[in-house]
């Protein structure tokens, strides 16, 4: 198996990680406040270095499609559809649930992911993605698979945000991760690299219509 790379942003904690011949060789981890813009191919290039790769020994580029932050998720979308264009790398998408739920065994799995406002997002087992307020959940699990919802098992946010229910909180789990997107996208056949982009659960704000002043 030749060389991968993997990425992601669609978090404030961007993750890269490399794996040569199906082992992880290297990764690196930094918290940003910028959404990734300026600090991620540094990450790359600081990685790279550290182990002696070029773009160019890369055969598979894997990133992470969200859901998450908007613009993170794009920035990282954006830099790996660049490098892939430039070098003719393959390129694999993996969405944020999966990156949760890998190495996770459980009859009914429910990743979280940091929405805003209050909200995240989810996904129940194998069902549709979703966003809603965080206390709403238990409900949306109790009518969605009302038999499995005490053994429903939380992935992705802190167990305070939901008090009383069973959650797996240690890394990879707590956030997606690129050591997880990396082994996910070795399982996996290339994604078509006009088509990939980012999972948007819900349209980001800012190609939502705003509301027309009204008369004073």
Do not use: C
């Not at 694999?92 to 649930?97: I, L, P, R, T």
């Not at 949760?100 to 989810?122: D, H, M, R, T, W």
């Amino acid at each position: 198996m030749s060389r991968l790379v993997a990425v992601d942003t669609s978090t404030a904690l961007g993750t890269v990680a490399l794996f040569d011949g199906g082992e992880l060789v290297a990764t690196r981890e930094q918290r940003v406040s910028n959404a990734h813009g300026e600090s991620l191919l540094p990450l790359i290039d600081a990685l790279f270095a550290e182990v002696g790769w070029k773009p160019r020994d890369v055969a598979r580029w894997a990133v992470g499609i969200g859901p998450g932050s908007f613009t993170g998720t794009r920035i990282g979308v954006s830099t790996v559809k660049g490098i892939a264009l430039a070098t003719g790398a393959e390129v694999v998408g993996v969405d944020s649930f999966d990156a949760l739920v890998f190495g996770v065994a459980g009859e009914l799995l429910v990743p979280l992911i940091e929405a805003g406002k209050s909200e995240v997002f989810f996904r129940i087992g194998g069902g549709p993605p979703g966003h809603a307020p965080l206390a709403t959940l238990p409900e949306r699990i109790r009518e969605q698979a009302n038999d499995l919802a005490p053994k429903a098992l939380f992935l992705g946010l802190p167990s305070a945000s939901l008090v009383g229910v069973a959650a797996r909180l240690d890394p990879p789990h707590d956030v997606p991760r690129a050591t997880s997107i990396g082994r996910i996208a070795m399982l996996r056949g290339p994604s078509d690299l006009d088509a990939l982009e980012p999972f948007y659960v819900r349209p980001p704000e800012i190609t939502m219509p705003k509301p027309r002043p009204t008369a004073g």
